[in-house]
């Protein structure tokens, strides 16, 4: 029974490994990938050589801390707010509500928001903006500095719901026999999410934490190249790795280039994900992944 599984994973996820080669190879599609010219690490000099190499560094790192802090934490109030709501018609219905989002295209996200923020159409301009006294409206698209905002409520919009469902699976694996116990020695119903339910959840809120670590240097590509449509004025806050190698690939066609950023963010994924269960393992043994 395993075998289907096993085969799956090795033709998806290991196999490709071997490409890992193309890192360190100036690659030339007439002579193959296996008979190109090596080049050491000169395709990861491009990474680290460019003037924006700081500003795609801090903008990968800043955003995803930010989501893996603030998602949590919202994701978590969510499933909570979810389980309090005892009529399961109209839980079942929040619930597919607040998920629809995530079975969204980002392309089809893009356009909602361009709908949001067109500098002539947009429904920002022409309705929000003039109740506050703003007639001229806002360029959204050429100012960077709006766009941490726009992208985070973006973000949290569309994945909130989907990563409520794995907090809300383990709240409804509690044991109800603790909640009446609490009952019974007068707990009200905060005091009974603030010492049981959120303290039986902290194994699932390490795990989840570790691995999205673990992905830490890598970004929402959707997110961060088409709901900002690609626009140059706003590189400084909306370009990340993996969208300025995107750009970098359609203009020059460096393949190895492109290789040698996955295999970067790869390793120092890895490296951040034993670091952190490192130190979680040493103060909480049962909450690490190993």
């Known amino acids: 029974m395993m075998i289907p599984g096993l085969l799956y994973l090795l033709i998806n996820n290991y196999l490709p490994m071997l490409g890992i080669v193309i890192a360190f190879k100036d690659v030339n599609f007439a002579k193959g990938f296996l008979n190109s010219d090596w080049v050491g690490f ?11 190499a700081y500003i795609i560094t801090r903008n990968t790192i800043l955003y995803n801390f930010l989501f893996i802090v603030a998602g949590t934490i ?18 079942k219905t929040y619930q597919a509500v607040i998920t629809l989002p995530h079975l969204i295209s980002m392309v089809i996200v893009s356009y909602l928001v361009y709908a949001l923020l067109s500098p002539e159409t947009g429904f920002m301009n022409r309705t929000v903006l003039p109740w506050f006294g703003i007639e001229d409206g806002i360029s959204w698209y050429t100012e960077a500095a709006y766009w941490p905002v726009i992208l985070s409520v973006v973000h949290f919009w569309k994945g909130i719901g989907y990563s409520s469902i794995v907090f809300f699976a383990a709240i409804v694996g509690i044991d109800e026999e603790y909640y009446e116990a ?7 119903r905060w005091q009974q999410i603030i010492y049981i339910t959120l303290p039986t959840l902290i194994p699932v809120i390490t795990i989840l934490t570790l691995l999205s670590i673990g992905r830490i240097f890598y970004s929402d590509f959707g997110l961060f190249y088409q709901v900002p449509l690609n626009s140059g004025a706003l590189f400084e806050t909306t370009s990340t790795i993996d969208t300025y190698v995107f750009r970098g690939l359609l203009g020059g066609g460096n393949l190895g280039m492109s290789t040698a950023a996955g295999v970067y963010q790869s390793i120092v994924g890895f490296l951040l994900v034993i670091l952190a269960n490192y130190t979680v393992r040493k103060y909480n043994k049962e909450n690490a992944l190993f």
Do not use: P, Q, W
């Open 74 to 91: 919202l994701s978590l109030a969510t499933a909570i707010m979810l389980n309090e709501i005892k009529n399961k018609v109209v839980m």
């Open 42 to 52: 000169a395709n990861f000099e491009y990474l680290f050589k460019t003037s924006d």
């Open 182 to 188: 609490a009952r019974l020695d007068g707990a009200s």
